[in-house]
């Protein structure tokens, strides 16, 4: 199973391919319990040598160590991150925001399995958190478990119906499993909602570009948006497309990457 890359719009990316198909799973919260994290940091390597040295003063502080891990996922440090938040685990045994972290950092690592079974460990079904729901189902699909994630899913949606964070990792569960009728119809749900993430604007037009329509593809893009922004966006399609028939052309049968909205 190659590398998939799960992305925190916040701070973290990373990249898997399954099955012949790759996409890209990008959070649009914050993290679990951690509100402040829902936008991005203008300087994550800033970041790192902040908590670097606050980490090495105090390196059982839960939350120092859990900002730590987050700092090093979003400058590409995966291992370390992992190495961090496993220690801190040690640390605080049973501390859920600790678990959560380390979840997310295992699965940006590749360690998909460890990875669900942190994240069982910070979730309480007593407590459902939709955040932590959402990003198990997006593991589950990066092993190909599909019908498992989209029970997960599911559950987040009871408790944030239309919430598109969720409805776009479960739109790409679809399309990972190449049902991109399916995926389309709930992309276009999560487009409708007040607050659409730019990455589930660019998925819905992959998916209709996959489906050979590109002209609707393009114009998904424009709408709204500056034309300097617009045409990047196109610009962004266009490459993803040729990458896909580059692929194509050499007997491969990936799609292109796809900005996947999931919980980080």
């Known amino acids: 199973m190659a590398r998939l890359v799960i992305a925190a719009a916040s701070v973290a990316t990373l990249s898997i391919s399954l099955g012949g198909c790759q996409t ?39 939350t120092i160590a859990v900002e730590y891990g987050k700092a090093l996922r979003a400058t590409g440090e995966r291992a370390q991150a992992v190495a961090v ?13 600790v678990l959560a972290g380390y979840g ?36 589950l699909d990066q092993m190909g478990r599909f019908e498992e994630a989209r029970q997960y899913y599911a559950s987040a949606l009871k408790i944030v119906p239309d919430e598109p964070s969720v409805l776009s990792n479960l739109a790409l569960s679809y399309m990972l499993s190449k049902d991109l009728a399916k995926a389309e119809e709930i992309l276009r749900r999560a487009h ?34 500056p034309p300097d922004e617009a045409s990047a966006r196109v610009a962004d399609l266009k490459r993803l497309m040729s990458k896909k028939e580059a692929t194509s052309e050499r007997g491969g049968n990936r799609p292109p990457d796809i900005a996947k909205v999931q919980t980080n």
């Open 192 to 225: 409708a909602g007040r607050e659409t993430d730019p990455r589930v604007r660019m998925n819905l037009a992959m998916v209709l570009a996959l489906q050979g329509r590109q002209a609707e593809a393009e114009s998904v893009l424009k709408a709204d948006l």
């Open 85 to 97: 938040l496993e220690q801190a685990t040690i640390a605080n045994p049973g501390n859920k925001a």
């Open 104 to 139: 997310r950092a295992l699965a940006d690592n590749g360690n998909f399995q460890q990875a669900y079974d942190a994240l069982s460990q910070a979730h309480s079904p007593e407590d459902p958190d939709w955040r932590i729901l959402s990003a198990q189902g997006a593991v």
């Open 24 to 62: 890209t799973l990008s959070d649009v919260t914050g993290s679990i319990g951690d509100k402040s994290e829902a936008s991005a940091s203008a300087d994550p390597r800033r970041d790192v040598q902040i908590y670097r040295e606050r980490y090495r003063a105090n390196p059982k502080d839960p």
